[in-house]
């Protein structure tokens, strides 16, 4: 039998249903209002600080102060200030100059430099087809003057960014051998660099060393790889020891021959989305592997490595890898300059990310400084021949 409810009755509980979803409701918009409220404070105070130290230098500093130099040093510390060691504020120079880098072509002379024992600049590495490929210049050479700045009144980081420039530009350098400085003019040219090396070794091994992974990564790859295997090469080996990384689309392009189709690896964000970042075809390279690697092996070419072995397709040799497993992206601003962010972990499609913690090889080798001779790669070729011989 059906009950019937009075009038009255029936608008007082509409009345405390109303009720209560206002209570809901302010519980929660007072919650999110609290939450705002904290993070507008917490702002507020960072520029209250910044302001107020501000305020304190204009009035007190007894140097002049460089406006571009103060606004370039507050954008960078406070990226700094995130702890990331991958995350970084970059000026508009910085950033024209990472873009050529990843781009693969250079400006410059074609050296690699570092930080001599003495203060001076050393000549580590002399750049095939650079300006300076062919002259008296050798690897060990001491530069002191850069265009007639002592490197050491400059600085060495400073004295590098003075041996940069446009193309067709001169340079003088003095370079000091056996103790003798020697002025050389030089011009400066645009070159493309090699990140790719390849030869046939014997027992029909392909060798390719890959440095890094820039825009013109992939084209050059694919030459290596289409000659060792047309050369007949039964099992390749991969030299990633050194390589820091660089651009995931280029690791894209070299590793898709290599591998059966499906996803490689993804980007993991922090909101829990996820993204594929490499993606490999149908097509496939179904011949031994062997990967070289090392504590400097990091970022993508760990991905490149940790891809290969999950699939079956090689095996590691040498030392523990860096452990570099978050993606950065970059962020250009008005003025020209750029952020670069670190937005994700990479993982790939069988294993745990492995940043902080590196790869462990197969093969576990380590070359003796003592010794002239290459463990790790004498190691990746004797597993190399016992893979072609295993079929």
């Known amino acids: 039998m059906n009950k019937k409810i009075s009038l009255g009755l029936a608008l007082s509980l509409i009345a405390i249903a109303s009720a209560i979803t206002f209570i809901i409701t302010s519980f929660f918009s007072l919650q999110s209002f609290n939450e705002k409220v904290v993070d507008v404070n917490e702002k507020s105070k960072k520029y209250s600080a910044i302001q107020n130290i501000d305020s304190y230098v204009r009035q007190n500093y007894f140097g002049e102060i460089n406006e571009e130099d103060l606004n370039t040093g507050i954008l960078k510390g406070y990226v700094e200030g995130l702890d990331d060691p991958y995350s970084r504020y970059l000026t508009a120079e910085e950033y024209q100059n990472e873009?050529?880098?990843?781009?693969?072509?250079?400006?410059?002379?074609?050296?690699?430099?570092?930080?001599?024992e003495?203060?001076?600049?050393?000549?580590?590495?002399?750049?095939?087809?650079?300006?300076?490929?062919?002259?008296?210049?050798?690897?060990?050479?001491?530069?002191?003057?850069?265009?007639?700045?002592?490197?050491?009144?400059?600085?060495?980081?400073?004295?590098?960014?003075?041996?940069?420039?446009?193309?067709?530009?001169?340079?003088?350098?003095t370079v000091r051998r056996d103790g003798v400085d020697k002025d050389y003019k030089f011009t400066r040219s645009s070159m493309e660099l090699i990140t790719?090396?390849?030869?046939?070794?014997?027992?029909?091994?392909?060798?390719?060393?890959?440095?890094?992974?820039?825009?013109?990564?992939?084209?050059?790859?694919?030459?290596?790889?289409?000659?060792?295997?047309?050369?007949?090469?039964?099992?390749?080996?991969?030299?990633?020891?050194?390589?820091?990384?660089?651009?995931?689309?280029?690791?894209?392009?070299?590793?898709?021959?290599?591998?059966?189709?499906?996803?490689?690896?993804?980007?993991?964000?922090?909101?829990?989305?996820?993204?594929?970042?490499?993606?490999?075809?149908?097509?496939?390279?179904?011949?031994?592997?062997v990967v070289l690697v090392d504590e400097n092996t990091a970022s993508a070419s760990e991905l490149f490595a940790m891809a290969l072995r999950d699939a079956d397709k090689a095996e590691l040799v040498g030392k523990q890898t860096y452990g570099k497993g978050v993606m950065q992206i970059t962020a250009e601003f008005d003025d020209g300059g750029a952020i670069v962010l670190t937005v994700?972990?990479?993982?790939?499609?069988?294993?745990?990310?492995?940043?902080?913690?590196?790869?462990?090889?197969?093969?576990?080798?380590e070359n003796k400084e003592d010794s002239d001779t290459d463990a790790q790669y004498d190691k990746a070729v004797e597993v190399a021949q016992k893979l072609i011989e295993l079929g």
């Open 99 to 116: 873009l050529s880098e990843n781009s693969g072509e250079l400006v410059g002379l074609g050296l690699t430099l570092t930080e001599d």
């Open 344 to 365: 994700a972990e990479y993982k790939t499609s069988k294993s745990e990310c492995y940043n902080e913690i590196g790869i462990t090889p197969d093969y576990i080798v």
């Open 118 to 173: 003495s203060g001076y600049i050393r000549i580590a590495e002399i750049l095939e087809g650079s300006p300076v490929a062919d002259s008296v210049l050798t690897v060990g050479d001491i530069i002191t003057f850069v265009d007639g700045n002592d490197v050491l009144l400059t600085g060495f980081e400073e004295s590098l960014e003075a041996m940069k420039g446009q193309e067709g530009t001169e340079i003088t350098i």
């Open 196 to 289: 790719v090396h390849g030869e046939m070794l014997g027992g029909y091994i392909g060798y390719i060393r890959i440095s890094g992974f820039k825009k013109n990564t992939p084209e050059q790859f694919i030459d290596v790889l289409e000659r060792l295997s047309s050369n007949g090469a039964k099992a390749l080996i991969f030299d990633l020891r050194g390589n820091g990384g660089g651009l995931v689309s280029s690791l894209e392009e070299c590793i898709d021959p290599l591998l059966p189709e499906g996803v490689v690896a993804t980007a993991e964000y922090k909101d829990g989305s996820s993204e594929t970042l490499v993606y490999s075809d149908e097509s496939e390279l179904d011949i031994p592997m």
